[in-house]
């Protein structure tokens, strides 16, 4: 017996002083880490504060100049393309009296400017030009931008398509932070990947309902017929956890019209690969799933202790991604993984309104299936503490 499959079978029961956001040693989180807003405000400083979070997608900024808003547990940014092709982050604010730089996606700026006092900066946060700064028509313009007065800048860096940010600056570097997921990918060439499209949900429940739900392996036949068709219950594994990483990987015996069949698989893929379906939760926003013909990269944008928007991104293996002759695996893939989600959504709202009762205290979990929800309260637990 493992370590955490002890402490899950050597439940102890609820004490008064238990810490309020988590409670007991073998159980998942009790209800106050999904209902309380403290808990929640705790979070956005001791987790996603912290470290490498998930903020936008390269695609989304693709030319020098665009400009996208972003938020992180209610804290807004923008990310934005300079004339270098970098894609920098900054905190969504004027530095002169607090106003919000943009509220919607910008296109080609050759400045970011205020809406307020008109301030502009340059696309690396420079503040180039401040009309009627000394008194009327008396501008401050500094041709280059002034060093000494610019916006402030959030740690920023890339992996493929994927732009993450650090608010406070002291995480790992990213490819370390990323290392686990990048190591276990290593047979898929993401450089053939290209993006497709994307699709937006706002979820009625705590962002760590809904990556248990995904680390969740049990529930595949309770919940989607469909998919457990494909790949029974009985015949998958749990999800593994390894650090800030949640890892599983199933196989199938053939592939099917939206998993693997009919769209071009990632190059030089083992025939024991192209029948394997791994999932992966890089704590504490990053969801994802692939298959032989397809990522998909699962954004979690936690807005409140009750409401969390995922954002669904696809991608497909070179051509499929855009070519014609590929619309119909494209529609289907789509259709597939949505499929699943609007099987999951209402789960994931359902635990949450689970959670208003005082007859759960952090679950009583299974030794095999919940040992990753259990290590994903751990992780929350000793930042938390
Ligand atoms: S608040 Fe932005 S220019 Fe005044
Ligand atoms: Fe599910």
């Known amino acids: 017996m493992t370590e955490v499959e002890r402490r899950i079978m050597a439940q102890s029961p609820k004490t008064e002083d238990s810490s309020p956001a988590t409670a007991l040693d073998g159980t998942a989180l009790g209800n106050e880490a999904y209902v309380s807003a403290k808990v929640f405000d705790l979070e956005v400083r001791k987790i996603f504060r912290a470290t490498w979070m998930l903020a936008g997608f390269a695609h989304e900024v693709p030319d020098a100049g665009d400009i996208l808003p972003a938020t992180i547990g209610g804290i807004p940014m923008i990310l934005v393309r300079g004339r270098d092709g970098e894609i920098r982050a900054f905190h969504n604010v004027c530095i002169h009296r607090g106003m919000p730089l943009a509220d919607k996606p910008c296109r080609k700026q050759a400045f970011i400017t205020c809406p307020y006092h008109l301030w502009s900066y340059d696309l690396e946060g420079r503040v ?3 009309p009627h700064f000394f008194g009327g028509g008396q501008h401050d313009i500094s041709e280059n931008g002034r060093d000494d007065v610019r916006l402030e800048a959030i740690r920023c860096d890339s992996w493929y398509d994927l732009v993450f ?29 290209n993006w497709s499209h994307d699709v937006d949900y706002d979820i009625a429940s705590n962002w760590k309902l809904i990556a248990e739900n995904h680390i969740d392996a049990l529930h595949i036949f309770g919940v ?45 893929l083992s025939a024991k690969a192209s ?16 298959y032989p013909d397809q990522l998909l990269i699962i954004q979690l944008i936690p807005e409140s202790y009750e409401r969390t928007r995922e954002r669904l991104q696809f991608y497909f293996v070179g051509d499929a991604a855009h070519d014609d002759a590929f619309e119909e695996g494209r529609r289907q893939a789509f259709k597939t993984f949505t499929d699943v989600l609007a099987e999951d959504i209402p789960v994931c709202e359902a635990l949450q309104r689970g959670r208003a009762s005082e007859g759960f205290t952090g679950g ?13 309260a751990e992780r929350v637990r000793e930042r938390l503490g």
Not at 168 to 189: I, K, Q
Not at 275 to 290: C, D, H, R, S, T
Not at 364 to 376: I, R
Request: aromatic share 16%; with cysteine.
């Open 275 to 290: 029948q394997e379906a791994p999932w992966f939760y890089l704590f504490p926003n990053v969801m994802g799933q692939i």
């Open 224 to 268: 989607h017929p469909a998919l457990n068709k494909f790949a029974d219950q009985a015949t998958r594994p749990c999800t593994e956890a390894f650090g800030q990483l949640f890892f599983g990987c199933y196989s199938f015996s053939d592939p099917e019209e939206g998993r693997g069949l009919g769209m071009p698989h990632f190059p030089g």
């Open 128 to 130: 180039r030009s401040r």
């Open 364 to 376: 009583v979990l299974s030794p095999f299936w919940d040992k990753a929800t259990f290590e994903l």
């Open 165 to 193: 940010v650090n608010l406070d600056g002291r995480a790992e570097p990213l490819a370390d932070f990323l290392s686990p997921l990048a190591d276990r990918l290593s047979h898929y060439d993401l450089n053939s990947l």
